[in-house]
């Protein structure tokens, strides 16, 4: 294709990738998770796992995109025209998360923007994050903001564009994280006995806490382990953006004589490096002003008990709340970012149409799809049941369709072409060239063959609720 934008080497592409991988799911899924799943149990499971199966799956992606150098739908039918139906469905679950995502990185911008101007504990108040999202002129503005920037960076291209947002973006992210961790080790509440230190935090979080699996009966704690592997399964394939056609996409733009095995490892390491120490940050200030109770929060930490956190911490609530939005917003955007390019490729590789007219219309669209699902928790309100069980208005019936449904999925069925169509060799050969030898090259063949398509098969039956009805 003429024009094809490339990354200029190695570290723009390892940036870039980064970008991508980290994200709201570094920053408060993964901290929720490890709270819940009982500290430095869940940390091993999950160090174990990306090793094996994170690695799998973004190699595959990667090797793939380098390989046919095209994004997901051309790439599929490169591989093998008779499963372009496979490259078709990856392509969709961007085209389904990028009408919510900038909805959320416009909820991170306004709390940005409330701590940056001096007014972050109004957002400590119990009903600040619902009285946001439910006013349709304010949601519907920082969605639209959002959504225009990411567009305005797409629409500068792979070089002047996301590279170089990465490229700055990325480092100062890793530095004020670093700084707002060491911090949070240092803090403080309470007197005498019932004191609470940022170290005693880092304990809580580091310690495996091991009761409920040997406590209870051996089915119970087998159990207890199960949810705690498909907790942490589930999270790598939505903190690293595999099988969503994404890594396919950026590893098209990279060129034939960078190595992608260190690449990959370096990705691994920064993606899981970055939601080490945001679990580092925030469970310590969690806990020192709110105890074990306020992790309990779940999916409400980051907007609901992170804010009260911050402004139990007095004027320092100030700095450290601002400097972690900020670090949440460029987080999202080079996440959002890598969302809109994986659309805008695949519809200039399908159209033949110039980077600046599928920009065009892909910004127009997906301004009116931001606007459309952030007005789904006012104006246009709905209660639909899911089939997982839980209750969702818009935004959750989209990302329940991406991440629940059709990203194990799509991992099921690619994991079973490339293991058994196409055999391993077929993305090996790609990573083995110039007399580069692939590292992990038996694991991955293990992997890819047998242990991610059943893996893959199990966590879609559970996400969408067949495996309970399986099991009853
Ligand atoms: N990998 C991102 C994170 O961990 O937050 C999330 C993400 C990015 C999901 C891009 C989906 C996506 F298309």
């Known amino acids: 294709m003429k024009n094809k934008s490339n990354f200029t080497g190695q570290l723009g592409f390892v940036l870039a990738a980064s970008g991508s991988a980290v994200g709201v799911g570094n920053l408060w899924r993964f901290p929720y998770l490890a709270a819940k799943d009982g500290g430095g149990l869940f940390l091993v499971v999950y160090l174990v796992l990306v090793v094996t199966f994170g690695f799998t799956l973004l190699t595959s992606d ?57 007014h972050g504990f109004d957002a400590a108040a119990d009903d600040y994050f619902t009285g946001f999202i439910t006013d349709p002129v304010q949601s519907v503005i920082y969605a639209a903001i959002f959504m225009l920037v990411t567009a305005f960076i797409i629409f500068r291209g792979v070089e002047k564009g996301i590279e170089r947002w990465s490229k700055y973006l990325m480092p100062i992210l890793l530095l004020l994280i670093i700084a707002v961790a060491i911090f949070a080790l240092t803090l403080k509440h309470g007197e005498g006995a019932d004191a609470r230190t ?11 806490d091991l009761t409920p699996l040997v406590g209870g009966t051996f089915l119970s704690g087998v159990s207890h382990f199960l949810g705690i592997l498909l907790d942490a399964m589930s999270q790598i394939f939505f903190s690293l953006s595999v099988s969503m056609g994404i890594m396919i996409t ?21 993606d899981t490096g970055v939601a080490f120490l945001a679990g580092m940050m925030i469970i310590p200030s969690i806990f020192v002003f709110s105890g074990t109770e306020g992790m309990a929060a779940g999916p409400g930490l980051m907007f609901v008990a992170l804010p009260k956190t911050f402004a ?11 400097a972690f939005f900020l670090m949440a917003v460029f987080a999202t955007l080079t996440s959002c970012i890598s969302v809109l390019e994986a659309i805008t490729a695949n519809c200039m590789e399908i159209t033949g149409k110039s980077r600046p007219k599928v920009t065009g219309v892909l910004t127009v669209l997906y301004t009116a799809a931001s606007i459309i699902i952030a007005l789904g928790y006012s104006l246009l309100y709905v209660e639909v049941q899911l089939p997982n069980g839980s ?42 060239q110039d007399g580069i030898k692939m590292r992990r090259k038996t694991l991955y063949r293990v992997m890819v063959k047998y242990v991610c398509p059943i893996i893959m098969l199990i966590l879609f039956l559970q996400s969408t609720g067949l495996l309970g009805m399986v099991l009853k």
């Open 62 to 118: 990667i090797a793939m995109g380098r390989k046919t150098q095209s994004s997901s739908i051309k790439a599929y039918e490169k591989a093998n025209p008779k499963w372009k139906f496979l490259g078709i469905l990856t392509f969709l679950v961007p085209v389904v998360i990028m009408t919510y995502y900038a909805v959320i990185g416009g909820w991170i911008l306004k709390y940005c923007v409330t701590f940056l101007t001096g």
């Open 198 to 208: 940022g170290l005693d935090g880092l304990l809580v979080y580091l310690k495996p």
């Open 250 to 270: 950026y590893g098209s733009y990279v060129k034939k004589d960078v190595d992608l095995n260190q690449s990959i490892g370096q990705i691994e390491i920064f």
């Open 312 to 322: 139990a911490m007095g004027v320092a609530g100030h700095f450290v709340g601002g």
């Open 391 to 432: 209750t969702g208005q818009l935004l959750d019936i989209m990302d329940y369709i991406s991440n629940s449904f059709m990203m194990p999925f799509i991992s099921l069925l690619s994991t079973i072409l490339i293991g058994w169509v196409l055999k391993p060799e077929w993305i090996s050969d790609e990573i083995e």
